[in-house]
C-alpha cells in the first residue's frame, strides 16, 4: 500500500542538540507538510512544500528548518533543540488533484531533555 | 488571521447521537474539515464541506454555515470506538496546508 513514514518513532535528545526527523512518502503526492500536537494545543502547521525546492513556513516555524530532497522526502530539522520543542510531530501528504484529503504519517514523539 | 474554536470535550453514551460545534474565522474560506484521532495514533480524514449544507456519510454527518462560521460533526448510534479527538481545520492561507483547532476529545461509555 502506498504509504506515509517517519522515522525516527521516537527520540530523546538533549538541548543544544541537532536533530532531524525524516517522512517519506510512496503516495507520489506533490505536496507534503510538517505539524506538531501539543497537549491542548492541537496540530499546529510548522512548514509546508508543493513540490521540489518549494518551501513554506507555517503558524510556528521559528527553531525548525526543513528540507525537501525530492518529492518522495521531505526532512524537519531542529538546528539547536530546545525542551520546549518536545512534542509529537506529525508528516503529511496531499494530492488536490485528486481530493482534499491530507495523509498522516504514524508521527515522531521527540523528548528534548 | 484564523481561529478555530470547538468544546474541549464531550461525553455520550453507546448508541446516542452527538454533534460536536466547531466555530471558525478565516480569510478567503476555503472548505472545512473535520478529522478524527485515536490516542496516539495519527488523524485521519472524515469529512470536507465546501457549501452550506449538510453532507452524509455513514453514522457520520457533517454541516456547514458559512454566513454563521460554523459547522458542527453528527455522530450517530454511537459506538466505543467513537471515543476519540476529532478535530476541526480549514486551510491555511486559503492554500492547501490546514490550521487545526485544539480539538475535542470524545468519551463513549456503555
Known amino acids: 500500500d502506498a504509504d506515509v513514514t517517519q522515522t525516527p518513532r521516537n527520540r530523546i535528545t538533549k538541548t543544544g542538540k541537532r536533530i532531524m526527523l525524516e517522512c517519506s512518502q510512496t503516495k507520489g503526492h506533490d505536496r507534503m507538510y510538517w505539524y506538531r500536537q501539543d497537549p491542548g494545543l492541537g496540530l499546529r502547521l510548522i512548514y509546508y512544500?508543493?513540490?521540489?525546492?518549494?518551501?513554506n513556513k507555517g503558524e510556528i516555524s521559528d527553531g525548525y528548518s526543513v528540507s525537501r530532497q525530492a518529492q518522495a522526502k521531505f526532512s524537519l530539522s531542529l538546528e539547536s533543540a530546545i525542551p520546549n520543542q518536545t512534542a509529537l510531530y506529525f508528516c503529511?501528504?496531499?494530492?488536490?488533484?485528486?481530493?482534499?484529503?491530507?495523509?498522516f504519517g504514524p508521527g515522531t514523539r521527540l523528548t528534548v531533555l | 488571521g484564523q481561529n478555530i474554536d470547538q468544546p474541549t470535550e464531550m461525553t455520550a453514551t453507546e448508541g446516542a447521537i452527538v454533534q460536536i460545534n466547531c466555530t471558525y474565522q478565516t480569510s478567503g474560506f476555503n472548505g472545512l474539515f473535520w478529522y478524527q484521532q485515536h490516542a496516539g495514533e495519527a488523524p485521519t480524514f472524515l469529512s470536507y464541506n465546501v457549501l452550506d449544507g449538510l453532507e452524509e456519510k455513514g453514522r457520520f454527518s457533517s454541516f456547514l454555515s458559512r454566513s454563521k462560521g460554523y459547522s458542527y460533526l453528527l455522530l450517530k448510534e454511537l459506538q466505543m470506538k467513537d471515543s476519540a479527538s476529532y478535530l476541526c481545520a480549514v486551510p491555511y492561507q486559503a492554500g492547501t496546508a490546514l490550521i487545526f483547532g485544539k480539538g475535542t476529545t470524545l468519551s463513549v461509555s456503555s
Open positions: 512544500s508543493f513540490d521540489v525546492k518549494d518551501i
Open positions: 503529511a501528504t496531499s494530492d488536490p488533484r485528486a481530493s482534499n484529503e491530507q495523509f
